[in-house]
């Protein structure tokens, strides 16, 4: 069946039901962080990344695409915490990124936890279900990687870069 603007509904309804299940798990994740650590999702992202492969703090904003603004307090908010340390690198310049033994306690209770709600949310699925699901949502990944770009373009297309100037600007709603 093809909706009214020409798209197909089973995608639509899947789409749907994709964004119920992660809006789901999402919750109850922050809900767990926020209870339990006073952290948000993108400090646990940082952790988390950093728990994973070393990095300097400028490669993980560029990775997790953070500003480096919004970097620091991070990682000074976890490095308060006791969850994350910053060490100089061997060239001086770069600060490198690693959990303390704190974080890494962090870091394997919550992707515990997250097992377990994931459990919990996908225990109607079969397992051959669960299989094709986490098929569908890595293709979905995977092929977003040029998302971004072609969105920058379109969202230029949509609204220019040239925004309004002067009294006329201050005065819209």
Do not use: C, W
């Amino acid at each position: 069946m093809v909706t009214s603007d020409g798209s197909n509904l089973a995608t639509v309804l899947f789409y749907l039901k994709l964004r119920l299940f992660e809006s789901i798990l999402e919750r109850r994740l922050s809900r767990f962080l926020r209870v339990r650590t006073a952290m948000d999702e993108l400090d646990f992202a940082v952790l988390i990344t950093a728990s994973e492969q070393l990095h300097s703090q400028v490669e993980m904003a560029k990775t997790l695409h953070i500003h480096p603004n919004v970097m620091t307090q991070i990682v000074r908010r976890l490095g308060e915490s006791g969850y994350l340390e910053r060490k100089r690198g061997s060239d001086k310049r770069r600060f490198l990124l690693t959990p303390t033994p704190a974080g890494l306690d962090l870091v394997r209770k919550v992707k515990r936890a997250n097992v377990q709600l994931s459990r919990l949310v996908l225990h109607p699925l079969s397992d051959e279900q669960i299989r094709q699901l986490n098929e569908m949502v890595t293709t979905l990944v995977e092929g977003s990687v040029d998302l971004e770009s072609e969105l920058e373009g379109l969202g230029s297309r949509i609204v220019p870069n040239s925004a309004p100037q002067g009294k006329a600007a201050q005065q819209a709603p």
